[in-house]
Structures are given as C-alpha cells and as structure tokens.
C-alpha cells in the first residue's frame, strides 16, 4: 500500500465508517511547489485541527474522550499543527508549499483533520504524501 518513490494515497482506520469528514491533497506533491489540503463535510461553522506528521500511527482517541474516532499518525513527531475554521457548508482549505530543496525529496508526510462542532468531534481518512523532486 505504499506509494511509489513520490505520490500520494489516502488510507483510513479499520473502521471506514469512523471518518464523516474528507480530507484532499490537489496539485503536485514536488519541491518547489505549492499543494492545496482540502477538508470537507465537516461541522458548519466550526473548527478543524489540521496536522501533518513524520510517522503514521493508529490511536483510539476513546481514552481521550473522542469515541469512535483514530488518530491515523504520530503525535509525537508532528509537524505543521493549524487550525482552520470551517465554512458554512464545513470546508476550508490549507495551502502547503513545498521548498525547493532536494533534501525533502522522498519525504513522507502523513497529514489528519480533527473537526469540532455542536455534534461533537470527527475525523477525517489520513493522507500519506511522499514528495517527488
């Protein structure tokens, strides 16, 4: 299941049902470039946690008061933590740029949204990128 040299996939807990929201990756995953998160059907007007990660991992958050949901990376090498606020129809989107710099090439990031609204809490699947040169 992992993706070649450079790319990107999408991978979820063994639990598909466990992920209402979605969570994209447009545009290409390159050094020197720019690449768009996308999240949607999130809670209206609420608030999402955005974080990319070096390791991928599989956490019931249960323990931590958030039932039913995983965390599908480490949260103990993250990266780039960022809270988006979320839309009318639950979307919002998150620019990431890429440096241009072929240390990062082969890189894999593994990125997840936590939203928060009036019905409680809700993952998103995880995104694995794999950035190409």
């Not at 470039?33 to 974080?51: D, E, R």
């Not at 090439?105 to 998103?124: E, H, K, N, R, W």
Request: net charge negative.
């Amino acid at each position: 299941n992992l993706p070649a040299a450079c790319g990107q996939r999408t991978y979820g807990a063994v639990d598909p049902t466990q992920h209402g929201v979605s969570l994209t990756l447009t545009g290409t995953v390159q050094i020197g470039t720019s690449s768009t998160y996308g999240v949607a059907g999130g809670p209206a007007n609420g608030l999402g946690i955005f974080v990319q990660s070096l390791l991928p991992d599989h956490i019931d958050l249960g323990p931590y008061g958030i039932t039913g949901e995983t965390l599908l990376l480490s949260p103990l090498v993250l990266v780039v933590p960022a809270a988006l606020l979320l839309d009318g129809t639950g979307a919002s989107s998150w620019v990431f740029t890429i440096p241009n710099n072929a240390g990062f090439v082969g890189l894999p990031l593994y990125a997840q949204t936590l939203t928060i609204g009036g019905s409680g809490y809700d993952t998103s699947r995880a995104v694995e990128a794999r950035i190409c040169p």
